[in-house]
């Protein structure tokens, strides 16, 4: 039952204040509301061939679908109105810090896993590829990569469509460490970094499946404890829906949308995790504000996934 429990994660962001309305009401008044206000209405009015250009004299990029355009031109000239404006309410100079919890590193994973061509129910994924891209968001550049095949114990033999579909061959497997002596592995490589110590990181995914569904039922099969700094964590496909407005489908479509290119093999854990990490350094550079999105409730944890912990 405790494998296949429903988490009903939340949305992960505890920074977010109500406020009264008269205080908005008042903070409304502003003029820098209206000035925002017009500049929105002018770009809605522009073509999407104007937007481009537009964008093209500012130096900024103009490749991506109509939706990624948009949101691209809205939020740079945003951000330049509400940084000139001295007087501009500390609601609107906060949206202009992209970063508000002060993250230095993303370690952007995707977690490779058995499978069937036809799961059957209550079917257990054991994951077999652990791999972790060490993101800078001071550079924006890969600073270090983390990377083990896991060797699976439910399902020892790899089914042929989990070798077609993921490239990971039984002999890869059978060779490699059990699933809690990776994770061992990949606590020393946070810590040789200091990560969690000394420097603030996240985790990104590129939808809630790795998380939820493939490493919480992991550590509970394992017998391992969960780890803390993967409770609260960065869904990239909901991010990227939310702040283009745009249907974000899988990562292939995501990258499409901003007029990138897969490289390199999809399904492999690795190559996928780089190319999260693309599509990630894209949308900070087009001001998307990092925050975490998805956690899982802490009751579940306590019950399921309970231990000593790190970080």
């Known amino acids: 039952f405790y494998l296949r429990m429903a988490t009903n994660e939340t949305d992960g962001d505890e920074s977010r204040e109500e406020e009264g309305d008269g205080v908005c009401q008042l903070k409304r008044e502003h003029p820098l509301y209206k000035q925002i206000a017009a500049m929105s209405g002018t770009v809605n009015a522009m073509t999407d061939s104007k937007r481009r250009e537009e964008l093209k004299q500012l130096g900024l990029n103009h490749r991506g679908c109509p939706e990624v355009i948009l949101k691209r031109l809205k939020t740079h000239l945003r951000s330049k109105l509400i940084r000139a404006d001295v007087t501009?309410?500390?609601?609107?100079?906060?949206?202009?810090?992209?970063?508000?919890?002060?993250?230095?590193?993303?370690?952007v994973l995707d977690f490779e896993a058995t499978c069937e061509e036809v799961n059957p129910p209550d079917y257990i994924h054991e994951i077999i590829e652990f791999p972790v891209v060490l993101l800078n968001l001071a550079t924006l550049e890969i600073e270090a990569e983390f990377h083990s095949y896991c060797r699976p114990w439910l399902h020892p033999s790899l089914s042929k469509f989990?070798?077609?579909?993921?490239?990971?061959?039984?002999?890869?497997?059978?060779?490699?460490?059990?699933?809690?002596e990776v994770l061992a592995k990949f606590n020393r490589w946070l810590d040789e970094r200091d990560l969690g110590s000394v420097h603030k990181f996240a985790v990104v995914t590129d939808c809630p499946w790795d998380v939820r569904d493939c490493l919480f039922p992991q550590c509970a099969l394992a017998s391992v404890v969960f780890p803390?700094?993967?409770?609260?964590?960065?869904?990239?496909?909901?991010?990227?829906?939310?702040?283009?407005?745009?249907?974000?489908?899988?990562?292939a479509t995501m990258l499409r949308n901003l007029d990138m290119e897969f490289e390199g093999r999809e399904h492999c854990g690795r190559d996928d995790a780089r190319n999260i990490a693309r599509v990630m350094v894209r949308m900070r550079e087009d001001g998307c504000v990092l925050r975490y999105n998805r956690a899982l409730p802490q009751q579940t944890v306590v019950r399921y996934g309970n231990g000593s912990g790190r970080r």
């Open 88 to 107: 501009a309410p500390r609601e609107l100079t906060a949206q202009v810090d992209t970063n508000p919890m002060g993250l230095e590193y993303l370690c």
């Open 228 to 251: 803390k700094y993967m409770i609260r964590w960065i869904d990239m496909r909901k991010m990227f829906g939310s702040f283009y407005q745009a249907a974000p489908g899988n990562l």
């Open 162 to 180: 989990c070798t077609r579909l993921t490239g990971i061959t039984q002999s890869q497997v059978n060779t490699a460490p059990l699933f809690t």
